[in-house]
């Protein structure tokens, strides 16, 4: 392929890599595992960006045994010429100078994703060694970087070369990445499961030497096969799905579209590659127009007549990949998480009306059942408002006198407040004896907590244990929450450390992830960790809380002493004084803040888990068994 002017004079050069290594935060977001992987992304991010271009059709991820990432793809390969303003290789000017590349050249790079657009020269900085490996023009170069960018050896030609492409390798700085340097094999799996979804035909590789894993990603029908992912394993309303990829005003705009028999949406949006989490204006027009040509089609049909659907009715089952490319997106914030750009939402908003408008004038049987899929989301989401009413009406009568009887703490200052739900009228009497009641609330939980992701709307409000938390929370649900009114920052999950504990953990989650996901979002949602063992010898007396930290104290604290140990198999085992000084003592306590960085990955693993499909169910267990260290933690 030719190399479409793809030179030194299409590298613009911005500014210097300075702050890089003294604020990586503000360039990868943090330096926790998170930021580690976005390594990753900004290499491969680049190579996608070929593709878009058209001039790659397969990457290759290695994660050595020495723990380094090697990218390979078979773009055009890095231009290796005399840059004209840095004076250096193109190549080490792209590796050591930030934000110079390509794709801030429209004649390089028409569409290009890019979380930040740093790429390469931010890995340098947050690496101990990087090298890179051009193909390009008949030969092969190589350059290395070391110590965090600031050296680099002179551009190397190691001689004739048929092949087009880059091979990028580096290994993170331990000193940046304090907490793990360690990558793990699941998350990049899924990352490049869904980039391989958004380019139909681009063959994404991933190989793990240290575990001698090799796993190929390649979908000739793209966000198509997205759409089967996302509902296999549930029923589809529907035989067909609706596809439509055309452009507009120079926008090209990817829609897939299909109804399944959930009680929940399911609308991912992607610009340039780069999901869109907030939404935004693609969205918004994709919002628009499915309504809009579902309510012509009623108003056009006998047997529907003076039906008039709201988006609420027609959302419920709703499958959707949306996925635009264009020249110049602007989003709201550095995360790129909201499309802001008018003009998306007229190109997906004018393409989706006219073609899903056809797909259900030439598909009558679909569109009768997806018809009648939406009647009864109707239904439902009116019996839901009036149990939703019925909910505040009896919070507000009863001042939460409710089944689950919450204690309340003391303080009205919700920055300061924390609500324990808690496994049993046991744990909870402990709880509410042990607890600080200054800024401590105690909400007991009988039973297990009802699975809401098998459920409709209406059922899981009628339940006392769901109109117990809710009440107590205060914020409301779904479209409904409001943030304003939460009562409490830290809301406190504590069960039992076994099986069934895990369990009930599970199920709150589902909750508040169907239900009231922004509280996850804003990070208000926490895991009581209690311990699970208890050692003493005389008046020694020590917890631990994994069996790593129990062998450690028999073999240090405890060694040459007579000592018993305690199996602690539920929370109703320790009395007061041990609940607090183990679990919720602020000064000594351990909690895991529960995050959603992923939401594909969490919709799975609900769906998966707590779906109504037994063999979906067991097959996720199976593919994901090995990922798991300890049940009881």
Not at 62 to 70: A, D, G, K, L, R
Not at 117 to 143: C, F, H, P, T, W
Not at 361 to 384: F, G
Not at 572 to 578: L, S
């Amino acid at each position: 392929m030719s190399n479409n002017k793809y030179g030194a004079n299409q590298i613009q050069v911005l500014e210097g890599l300075e702050a890089v290594r003294k604020r990586p935060g503000m360039y990868i977001g943090n330096t926790n595992k998170n930021g580690l992987h976005h390594l990753i992304w900004e290499i491969l991010d680049n190579s996608v960006d070929e593709a878009l271009a058209g001039f790659c059709d397969e990457v290759t991820i290695v994660i050595t045994e020495e723990n380094e990432i090697i990218i390979k793809d078979n773009g055009r390969g890095i231009p290796v010429d005399i840059h004209p303003k840095t004076k250096k290789t193109t190549l080490e000017t792209i590796f050591t100078v930030l934000h110079a590349g390509g794709k801030f050249d429209e004649s390089a790079y028409k569409i290009s994703g890019g979380l930040h657009g740093v790429g390469a020269s931010v890995v340098n900085a947050l690496s101990l060694y990087v090298e890179a490996i051009v193909m390009r023009d008949g030969k092969m170069y190589k350059q290395y970087f070391s110590e965090g960018g600031t050296k680099a050896t002179p551009l190397e030609e190691l001689g004739a070369s048929d092949q087009n492409g880059t091979i990028v390798k580096f290994k993170p700085d331990p000193e940046i990445f304090k907490e793990t340097t360690t990558f793990e094999f699941k998350i990049i799996q899924t990352k490049i499961k869904q980039l391989a979804f958004l380019n139909k035909g681009l063959k994404i590789n991933l190989i793990d030497q240290k575990y001698d894993k090799h796993l190929s990603y390649c979908f000739e029908d793209g966000i198509k096969d997205y759409i089967k992912e996302i509902n296999s394993g549930k029923e589809k309303i529907g035989s067909e799905i609706f596809y439509v990829n055309e452009l507009f005003n120079k926008i090209d705009v990817e829609v897939a579209i299909q109804y399944n028999d959930t009680y929940d949406e399911n609308i991912y949006s992607f610009c340039n590659n780069i999901f869109t989490s907030e939404g935004g204006t693609h969205e918004e027009g994709f919002k628009i127009s499915i309504l809009k040509a579902i309510n012509y089609y009623v108003g056009n049909q006998k047997n529907y007549k003076g039906k008039k659907f709201i988006f609420d009715d027609i959302k419920e089952g709703l499958c959707a990949v949306i996925s635009i490319k264009h020249v110049d997106p602007l989003y709201e914030g550095q995360t790129k998480a909201k499309l802001s750009n008018l003009d998306a939402k007229e190109a997906v908003s004018n393409i989706l009306f006219e073609n899903f408008k056809e797909f259900l004038l030439k598909n009558p049987n679909d569109a009768k059942s997806i018809i009648e899929k939406i009647i009864i989301s109707e239904k439902a989401r009116k019996a839901a408002q009036r149990a939703r009413e019925d909910t505040r009406r009896k919070s507000a009568i009863d001042n939460f006198s409710l089944p689950g009887k919450l204690a309340d703490c003391e303080s009205k200052d919700a920055e300061t407040s924390e609500l324990y739900l808690v496994e049993g009228d046991s744990a909870g009497g402990s709880a509410k004896i042990g607890r600080n009641r200054k800024f401590q609330a105690i909400l007991s939980l009988r039973g297990k907590v009802l699975n809401v992701e098998k459920v409709k709307q209406a059922k899981a409000f009628e339940n006392n244990e769901i109109q117990s938390i809710i009440a107590a929370i205060g914020t409301g649900v779904k479209k409904d929450l409001n943030l304003n009114k939460l009562r409490y920052k830290k809301i406190v999950i504590m069960t039992d450390a076994d099986v069934d504990g895990a369990h009930i953990r599970v199920l709150l989650l589902t909750f508040f992830y169907r239900y009231m996901k922004e509280l996850i979002v804003n990070g208000n949602i926490y895991i009581a960790q209690p311990p699970l063992y208890k050692i003493e010898s005389g008046k020694n007396v020590d917890y631990a809380y994994s069996d790593l930290q129990l062998e450690v104290l028999k073999n240090d604290k405890y060694k040459d002493l007579k000592y018993v140990i305690q199996r602690y198999k539920g929370l109703g085992e320790m009395d007061a004084i041990q609940l607090w000084e183990t679990t919720m003592d602020p000064s000594r306590r351990t909690m895991l803040q529960i995050k959603v960085d992923d939401a594909f990955m969490a919709n799975e693993v609900f769906s998966s888990l707590m779906g109504e499909n037994v063999e979906m169910r067991r097959n996720f267990i199976t593919e994901n068994a090995q990922f798991v260290e300890n049940i009881d933690i």
